[in-house]
Structures are given as structure tokens and as C-alpha cells.
T-cell receptor
Framework: NAGVTQTPKFQVLKTGQSMTLQCAQD?????MSWYRQDPGMGLRLIHY???????DQGEVPNGYNVSRSTTEDFPLRLLSAAPSQTSVYFC?????????????FGSGTQLSVL | SQQGEEDPQALSIQEGENATMNCSYK?????LQWYRQNSGRGLVHLIL?????REKHSGRLRVTLDTSKKSSSLLITASRAADTASYFC?????????FGKGTSLLVTP
């Protein structure tokens, strides 16, 4: 039972580079989301999706892009990486998109932007 | 925005002692959730308490909810070294699950 799978686990980028963080879940969950975790800041929501073809912004969406073409996948794109995007990124999913369910988290991607 | 705020920020106890963490939140909620994060890992859901519940138990965990004070507490009884982790409360604002900054718990043998 894979659950929520994130790749890569570690990534180093140079300022201005672009990349995509991958997230896939095999639980047929409608709801998927991306968070970033910085020291002393807790988790902050970047983007979320309540189903295929539907996405919305969270608290800190600037500099990030998402799409949801399938139920299983929810990639996060960094358009032009900046040092301020150095963080640990977590993808999470839940069964329902009704704003009441528990989340299942991936193991995270540690990103450094130089 | 961060809906919840945990207190204390850090807690250090010995094995066998009880650990209590508190959470305050800002707006009305349908439910409040607690998560644990071991160092370098993703978050794991511990327990969910609904707004019409006052107390809930799961193994060594006890969660209380006081909607009039907009607060919740997580009690871990008979703590073990393996309970060392960060603990977060979270609640929904629309479709967004918002987390507090967490309590870092250290349980020493």
C-alpha cells in the first residue's frame, strides 16, 4: 500500500531554474494539497485540489503552479526558483473534498535553492 | 492563514510522565485534528474530534475540545521515548486545513 508518494526526496536548484515536484496517491482520494514547512513557521498551504480539473490557491501560492489532470497525480511546479523557496514540501490527500477529512501525507521533498 | 496555535512550543519530560499540549484556534470549526511528525518525516494523523464532542480517547491519547474557549488539549499518558516528535493541531477553513506551528516534545529515558 504505497499511499502518497513524493519524488524527488532531495533537490538542489540554482536561482531561476524551474522544476516539478511530483505527487501521486493510490487511494482514489478526491482532495490533494501541497504544503511547505519552514522552521518556526509550521505548515503553510500552497495550493489544493478538490478533484480532477479543479485547483485553488492556499495561503502562499506565489511562485508555484499546479494542475490536476488525473485523480492520482498533483504535481507542483516552481516556475523560476528563488532562495525564499528553500523549504520542505509535503503533499497530502484525503478521501473527501468536503473540508472535514483527515489528511494522509507523503514523506516530503527537501528543496534547496542556491 | 494559520488557524491554530500550540502551547507550549517545546516540552521536555521523562518516560512515564504525562504530556499535555494545548491548541487555540480563531474561527468556528467542524472538527479539530491532531497530527504527529517525527523528525524528517511526514505528518501522521492521530485523532479527530468533532465540534459536538467534548472529549475523545485513542489508546494513550486523550483530546478535549472547548468550543466556547476555542481551545483543545492533547494529553499523552505514560509517555515513551518513541513519543518524541512534533505535534500539530489543525482545523479547516473552507477546504483548507490550516496547521499551528506545533509543540516539540522530547521524552527522555
Amino acid at each position: 500500500n504505497a499511499g502518497v508518494t513524493q519524488t524527488p526526496k532531495f533537490q538542489v536548484l540554482k536561482t531561476g531554474q524551474s522544476m516539478t515536484l511530483q505527487c501521486a496517491q493510490d487511494m482514489n482520494h478526491e482532495y490533494m494539497s501541497w504544503y511547505r514547512q519552514d522552521p518556526g513557521m509550521g505548515l503553510r498551504l500552497i495550493h489544493y485540489s478538490v478533484g480532477a480539473g479543479i485547483t485553488d490557491q492556499g495561503e502562499v501560492p506565489n511562485g508555484y503552479n499546479v494542475s490536476r489532470s488525473t485523480t492520482e497525480d498533483f504535481p507542483l511546479r516552481l516556475l523560476s526558483a528563488a532562495p525564499s523557496q528553500t523549504s520542505v514540501y509535503f503533499c497530502a490527500s484525503s478521501y473527501g473534498g468536503r473540508g472535514s477529512e483527515k489528511l494522509f501525507f507523503g514523506s516530503g521533498t527537501q528543496l534547496s535553492v542556491l | 492563514s494559520q488557524q491554530g496555535e500550540e502551547d507550549p512550543q517545546a516540552l521536555s519530560i521523562q518516560e512515564g510522565e504525562n504530556a499535555t499540549m494545548n491548541c487555540s484556534y480563531k474561527t468556528s470549526i467542524n472538527n479539530l485534528q491532531w497530527y504527529r511528525q517525527n523528525s524528517g518525516r511526514g505528518l501522521v494523523h492521530l485523532i479527530l474530534i468533532r465540534s459536538n464532542e467534548r472529549e475523545k480517547h485513542s489508546g494513550r491519547l486523550r483530546v478535549t475540545l472547548d468550543t466556547s474557549k476555542k481551545s483543545s488539549s492533547l494529553l499523552i499518558t505514560a509517555s515513551r521515548a518513541a513519543d518524541t516528535a512534533s505535534y500539530f493541531c489543525a482545523s479547516y477553513s473552507g477546504y483548507a486545513l490550516n496547521f499551528g506551528k506545533g509543540t516539540s516534545l522530547l521524552v527522555t529515558p
